[in-house]
């Protein structure tokens, strides 16, 4: 391969100042995006592990991008499961416990891809963190059957699902609202069997369900423990099998499980009563025959992340609403203050449960209730990506899915940066060096790299260095841009780079082995 005259100076330069006195690169982000479009070869994306659970209907599309049409193919599937060559759709289920390895490939005009994939058939799902998008920071309540599939469709006509999108989560406002004279969203909660209904805007549950499973999509509904919702809406008080049932039977895949009214019967606050209702709706989930990712939603009350696991959580707000505080002033100040603050639960982050700091803001969200682009700036959306992807956050997009420019689809979309989340081994980076306004993130990835962030959350322009020291690394290492998708080259002791204000870079570092001397 050759390199653009251009770069190799860049590069040479790099490395000749690095041994010296430390380096200085051009400023990390601008209004543009960095991410590189991605090439018409194909290029499989995504996670190398799945779990799944004995005898649960199995789905999982490939995630591959690169020009169609392309033919998917792969050796070493287990029985039980089929591959769908046109659509790159996995089916079916299995029966027996066990790992298998699979050799995933995408084929297309320009070229083929390959991809070791293990399918982990046990007792845990979400072995990486789940990604999606959800209703709720773009639309609150004013959601409708109509909508929700013009999302999940944009979700696979944007190419967020060749990236590894795949939940389609419905928030709060899908149901009766208690109380309410509006025929759309009033009237009775429950049919005659009790039973949940959607409201009229949702008016068939089961074929919305079907419709984004054709799509090669999942879907996620969302209820409360209590009588009813954050917004009014109907809750699962005193119903929890039988919506955990008929959730199933409609054919979710996610469940958001937020606390809300349940303040009103429950207790206490103390830690057993905090759990109560979440091992309750845990126990009905296992009895439903159906993988569905349970997603405790109550704020971080009673440090919920020391326990989310124990209770069957697959992952775990630890904070409340990230869409600004009282205290915050700005998006900034809300999403930097939550991000930053899950230093010291990374403990208790791992395959099958995941801290969860909130969506993520970026794109046309709701703000001040208008659909507006967010209000963070370029800079400040790359620390949110840069940290969520670090902190193995659940990737769930807040903003509209059909009003994506190119700049948004960039951002969630660049498959370096996706990499780093959705990493096998599963470990939430912890701050490894902090200058003033300025940190060091690291998390350690299974092939032995290291994805390290070098953040900068003062209001000027500032150099952050990655010492080595700090990484607990010795020796030559090849440093990597993730946005840029570019080897800066070789480094020794540390890698310096300027840092916008309230900006990131995402690096990772690769050891050199040195041949050995005869
Ligand atoms: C809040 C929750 C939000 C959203 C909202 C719906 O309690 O934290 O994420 O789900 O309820 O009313």
């Known amino acids: ?32 995006s960095l991410t590189p479009k991605p090439s018409a070869a194909p290029r499989i994306n995504g996670p190398t592990i799945y779990g799944c659970r004995p005898g649960a209907p199995f789905a999982y599309t490939i995630p591959a991008t690169g020009e169609r ?47 070791t994939f293990r399918i982990v058939v046990g007792d845990q799902i979400a072995l990486t963190p789940p990604m999606g998008w959800s209703s ?10 109509k909508m929700i599939r013009a999302q999940a469709e944009a979700m696979a006509s944007s190419g967020l699902i060749d990236h590894g999108y795949t939940y389609v989560n419905i928030d709060d406002g ?26 009229k805007n949702f008016p068939d549950m089961k074929a919305l369900c079907d419709a984004v499973h054709g799509l090669g999509l999942k879907i996620g509904i969302y209820i409360s423990p209590g009588p009813g919702t954050c917004a009014g809406y109907a809750g699962s008080y005193e119903h929890v099998e039988q919506d955990a049932r008929q959730f199933a039977a409609w054919g979710f895949d996610f469940l958001k499980y937020d606390w809300c009214t349940y303040s009103q019967v429950a207790i206490d606050k103390t830690v057993p009563s905090l759990q109560l209702p979440y091992i309750s709706m845990r126990s009905a989930l296992d009895k439903v025959g159906r993988d569905i990712v349970y997603n405790l939603c109550q704020y971080g009350m009673g440090n919920v992340w020391e326990w989310g696991r124990e209770v069957g959580g697959n992952y775990w707000r630890t904070t409340d609403d990230l869409g600004i505080q009282p205290e915050d002033k700005s998006l900034w100040t809300s999403m930097s203050r939550i991000g930053f603050a899950q230093a010291g639960k ?15 803001l970026v794109g046309s969200i709701l703000w001040n209730d208008k659909l507006v682009p967010t209000p963070l700036t370029p800079d400040e959306q790359y620390t949110y990506l840069s940290l969520w992807a670090l902190l193995d956050a659940p990737l769930i997009f807040g903003g509209d899915m059909t009003k994506l420019d190119d700049f948004t689809l960039g951002l969630l979309g660049n498959d370096e940066v996706i990499e780093v989340n959705q990493d096998a081994l599963g470990k939430q980076a912890v701050p490894v060096a902090k200058l003033n306004d300025c940190e060091v993130w690291a998390k350690d990835m299974e092939d032995g790299s290291k994805a390290v962030g070098l953040f900068n959350r003062s209001k000027s322009v500032t150099t952050v260095t990655a010492r080595w020291e700090d990484l607990g690394i010795t020796g030559k290492w090849k440093v990597r841009d993730a946005w840029r998708q570019y080897d800066w080259g070789v480094f020794e002791n540390w890698f310096t780079q300027k840092v916008n204000r309230h900006g990131a870079v995402l690096l990772r570092l690769f050891p050199v082995v040195e041949p050995k001397r005869k």
Request: aromatic share 6%; charged share 20%; hydrophobic share 40%.
């Open 174 to 199: 899908w149901n009766v609202k208690l109380d309410s004279k509006d025929p759309v969203i009033g009237g009775q909660p429950r049919d005659a069997a009790g039973n949940l209904v959607g409201n």
């Open 346 to 360: 990374e403990k208790f982050s791992g395959p099958g449960g995941w801290n969860d700091p909130d969506n993520i």
């Open 69 to 115: 049409p392309m033919e998917f193919s792969a050796t070493g599937l287990p029985s039980g499961l089929m591959l769908d060559p046109k659509t790159g759709r996995i089916s079916g289920a299995m029966a027996i416990k066990g790992t298998y390895a699979v050799k995933l490939r995408a084929k297309n005009e320009l070229g083929v891809a390959e991809k």
């Open 136 to 145: 709720w920071y773009m639309a609150y309540t004013n959601i409708s059957d």
């Open 1 to 32: 391969m050759t390199i653009p005259l251009r770069k190799k100076i860049l590069t040479v330069a790099a490395c000749a100042i690095a041994v010296s006195a430390g380096l200085v690169l051009p400023l990390a982000s601008q209004p543009r």
